[in-house]
């Protein structure tokens, strides 16, 4: 995160929209493809695990069916 705050400071803006829509561009990379190019894909998967919301499986599972009902 820190060495990401050198490249903003600084700049406008403008300029800070103007980067953000350039990377909307399909021809650029995305941001996972400039991680991996940063890091390697190794270590950008293990960070991206990391810095991942953890949602145990049974309430993700649960979360898909729906609210649960009890009728009486």
């Known amino acids: ?3 990401e705050l050198p490249q903003t400071q600084g700049l406008s803006g403008l300029e800070l ?3 953000h829509c350039r990377n909307l ?3 650029t990379p995305n ?3 400039r991680l991996d190019a940063a890091l390697g894909p190794e270590l950008a998967t293990k ?3 990391a810095l991942s919301p953890h949602v145990p499986r049974e309430y993700r599972e649960r979360d898909l069916r729906g609210p649960v009902v009890f009728a009486a």
């Open 1 to 3: 995160m820190s060495a």
């Open 17 to 19: 929209l103007v980067a």
């Open 25 to 27: 561009d399909p021809a």
């Open 31 to 33: 941001a996972r493809q």
């Open 47 to 49: 960070l991206v695990f």
